[in-house]
């Protein structure tokens, strides 16, 4: 039964990791577009959106959403049951709060997809959501310090993802194969670039929590029109773009060889044991 249980949550990891991958191919091919055509760079809902409009694209959608709250129940338990052996001390309970809220967040995210399948919005535009809920927060009690809180967390959040990516940290997680020693460069390119693009967005929040104005609150979209409004901003757009489609890899190896320290047994290797032999 046990064992079964298990399999169970393999399987809705490897649905969370294969959704969030599918959305990040997206994001990266449209970045990719804006880098060398006329097209504005887009957010994550305006994406989604544009997918809406494609050929099963709401077939698409509904499958994305399953895919996210899959991944909310994989973090959520993950970091209740403790399934990656974090622990209890100060350092484990901190990743296991972040699993959750994370989870949370995403699980949230598939909320809105499924709206957006059943015609329910059109993604909004460049920064439009994250202004929208900045406004919405600023008009509660204490709502800049939350916003700031919030742009601390997400800061945060980016410096992780570009540390995990520099110092190979990921590697811990990911079985020793063929492809996953192939599949390096990208990972390491994918994991630092979606760290710098969390903290642009983190710092955009920020200063609208300190100006208290929420239309200096800016999402994924407008971080990415940022950069392209900056001093050979093509190409650095170029580069975002093809770092998301590694981050977009990252999610989909994740998906297959990410190891569960619980159920994992001892004759499993990853990455990191792999450089050390």
């Known amino acids: 039964m046990a064992d079964e249980a298990h399999t169970g949550l393999k399987w809705i990891m490897r649905a969370g990791y294969g959704a969030r991958g599918f959305i990040y191919i997206l994001l990266g091919y449209l970045t990719l577009l804006a880098a060398f055509t006329s097209t504005q760079a887009s ?34 338990t993950a970091g209740i049951a403790d399934v990656e052996d974090h ?42 959501a994250a202004e929208d809920w900045t406004q919405k927060l600023m008009a509660m009690p204490m709502g800049r310090y939350i916003v700031a809180a919030g742009a601390l967390i997400l800061l945060g959040a980016g410096i992780y993802y570009a540390y995990k990516g520099y ?24 994991l630092i670039v979606y760290g710098i693009l969390l903290g642009i967005v983190a710092l955009s929040l920020g200063y609208a929590a300190l100006t208290a104005d929420p239309s200096q609150a800016g999402g994924l979209g407008q971080a990415l029109h940022s950069i392209r409004e900056a001093a050979f901003g093509r190409i650095l757009l170029g580069i975002a773009g ?5 981050f977009a890899l990252y999610n989909f190896v994740e998906a297959k060889y990410r190891i569960i320290p619980r159920f994992a047994g001892p004759e499993v290797r990853s990455l990191a044991d792999r450089a050390l032999s």
């Open 242 to 246: 093809l770092g998301l489609l590694g």
């Open 87 to 128: 622990g209890t001390d100060g350092k484990g309970l901190v990743a296991r709060t972040g699993q959750v809220v994370t989870g949370l967040i995403h699980g949230g995210i598939g909320i809105s997809v499924f709206g957006l399948a059943m015609g329910g919005g059109s993604g909004g535009g460049s920064g439009g």
């Open 167 to 190: 110092s190979g940290k990921y590697k811990e997680h990911l079985c020793a194969s063929r492809s996953t020693r192939k599949a390096e460069p990208l990972l390491k390119g994918g």
């Open 43 to 76: 957010g994550t809902g305006d994406a989604l959106a544009t997918l809406r409009g494609q050929p099963l694209g709401v077939a698409a959608l509904w499958a994305i959403g399953l895919g996210l709250l899959a991944y909310m129940v994989w973090r959520v």
